[in-house]
């Protein structure tokens, strides 16, 4: 009862500016969503597809009418995650040309401009996500709202089947009320305008062999969203300056990326600079050890990086950071039995200190249908290690989860891939075509006890100070509902129960809803 007493307050709290704002991009996404629908119906090329909810078709190994012409088993093969079977995380992967050539494109897909030899595809994409803050980063009495909107439209020239020049611009906003205090507000999540991507892409493929390289500004996702993603909690995606090479075959992938991070700044419009005191650098790979089919399949994906960062913030300190991660995944399917294990050890330097850490996760589900509702059910195991990060000497175990998506424990961020332990029971549920629940709860440790518990930027202030492993259980569940092809909804809660270590650092239990409105074409 009382946490639905305090969300009603918050949410009163949004205001009458940002609920009017709310229900201007719903009309906006309702009305878009009308238009494209009658252009497609117009020009009969709508395309039969699946609910785009439906994750688990992709995941037997469908492939989406837009994935990217590739020999490897495409849901393997380095490129972001499908969003819908239409829609990827990273929206200049999507391929619209076999559907333009099929006469099923929809409008602004693949337009010919001279034959068929060059086509462009125009994309947008806006977001709008609300937070209910109740003691809002453990903290008693700290509750608040946040209204979020990011808006991304895109520009993806083909010329020819071997080259493509891809440009993308962001906008993002972000408005608070309630607690003065509640965090700092980052150049992510409130931008008037940024270049997000401008990159050139060349691929060729000779007999089953796909060679290509990309130059330029680019989100890169070719790595466990442990340790690297786009980061889909923050308003906008990060991106990186460089390059990267690919070589694909039927069974197995080869990859090198090196870039700098794009650093979004407050200001004027692209307002974005190139940090040259951080890059990545990595090798990856892939190798399809069994491929039978949809129902049978088995990667092994090793991974190397090194990550430099002259200014890490890492335990208590922030200095200059080089490290080398390196590991490997083993994940596929066996008929209704889904598994994903990885393990990587992290060796280097923090400020003159050798680092000696590591991290390893372990999921595992089996797919059953009760009472006729395809569901999926499982567990997952989640280790990182942590200890003597606030010593002054020695070395540090503290792993560093690198540019990782905060959110991968749920947009509340409460915790991050450091001196941490997690046994979180798992399900998930389609109740209609449109329409899925994902639920966990996670028993959560720390593995150290002489270190801190840790948020995805901070430590949870004293709690190296304390006694104990039990840092608490959370209880996560995620709504999806698909209203149309192009409009998705989704709600998150998570309520956080503190363990023997937060509550002897004095934080409390706390709660986030988070409903979201996204429109995609």
């Known amino acids: 009862m009382n946490m639905i007493v305090q969300l009603d307050l918050t949410i009163k709290n949004i205001g009458r500016g940002n609920m009017r704002r709310f229900y201007l991009h719903l009309c906006a996404c309702v009305a878009l969503t009308a238009l494209t629908h009658s252009g497609a119906a117009l020009a009969q090329t709508e395309v039969a597809q699946p609910s785009p909810i439906q994750a688990d078709v992709l995941e037997r190994g469908a492939v989406s009418p837009t994935a990217p012409n590739d020999p490897y088993p495409i849901e393997a093969a ?3 995650k499908p969003r819908s079977f239409q829609f990827f995380d990273s929206r200049w992967e999507e391929d619209w040309s076999k559907l333009q050539k099929e006469g099923k494109a929809p409008p602004l897909k693949a337009m010919p401009l001279l034959g068929d030899e060059v086509t462009l595809t125009l994309s947008a994409e806006d977001r709008l996500r609300a937070h209910f803050y ?6 008693d009495k700290n509750n608040y709202t946040e209204l979020q909107n990011r808006t991304i439209v895109g520009a993806d020239l083909h010329i020819t089947d071997h080259f493509r020049l891809y440009t993308e611009l ?21 931008n008037s305008l940024s270049l997000q991507q401008m990159f050139g892409e060349f691929r060729e493929e000779y007999k089953g062999v796909l060679v290509g390289a990309m130059i330029g500004r680019q989100e890169y996702t070719d790595a466990p969203e442990q340790l690297i993603s786009a980061g889909n909690g923050p308003n906008l995606h990060q991106t990186w300056n460089g390059y990267r090479f690919y070589i694909h075959t039927d069974r197995f992938r080869l990859g090198y990326f090196t870039a700098y991070p794009t650093d979004q700044n ?22 399809a050890l069994v491929s039978m089919g949809n129902r049978y399949n088995i990667f092994l994906d090793p991974l190397y990086i090194e990550s430099f960062n002259k200014n890490l913030a890492a335990g208590p300190t922030t200095g200059e950071d080089h490290r080398f991660t390196y590991g490997s995944r083993l994940w596929g399917r066996i008929d209704r039995l889904t598994f994903d294990w990885m393990a990587y050890k992290q060796t280097g330097f923090h400020i003159g200190r050798e680092v000696d850490a590591w991290m390893a996760s372990l999921t595992q589900n089996v797919k059953v249908s009760p009472l006729g ?21 020695g070395t540090t175990h503290l792993f560093d989860p690198i540019y990782t998506d905060k959110g991968i424990f749920g947009e509340a961020e409460l915790f991050s891939y450091q001196n941490i332990f997690i046994i979180a029971p798992t399900a998930s549920v389609r109740l209609t ?24 930027t901070k430590a949870y202030t004293g709690t190296q100070n304390v006694a104990g492993k039990y840092a608490g259980g959370m209880v996560r569940i995620n709504n999806y509902y698909d209203l149309t092809s192009n409009i998705f909804l989704r709600l998150e809660l998570d309520q956080m129960s503190v363990g023997t270590v937060l509550r002897r650092a004095h934080f409390s239990d706390a709660y986030v809803v988070m409903p ?3 429109f995609r074409y």
């Open 170 to 190: 962001g906008h993002a906003d972000l408005s608070e009320n309630g607690h003065p205090d509640v965090q700092s507000v980052s150049a992510k999540q409130d």
């Open 373 to 393: 509702f395809p569901s999926t059910f499982g567990f997952r195991l989640d280790g990182a290690s942590g200890g003597d990060a606030f010593n002054k000497t």
């Open 433 to 456: 075509p449109k329409f899925r629940i994902n639920a966990e709860y996670d028993f959560i440790w720390r593995m150290a006890a002489n270190d801190a518990f840790y948020t995805p």
């Open 134 to 139: 109740g003691n809002g980063q453990l903290t």
């Open 78 to 80: 380095g490129w972001s």
């Open 266 to 287: 407050f200001g004027k419009a692209f307002n974005q600079t190139i940090s040259h005191e951080e890059y990545i650098r990595s090798v990856t790979g892939s190798a």
């Open 516 to 518: 979201d409105l996204t």
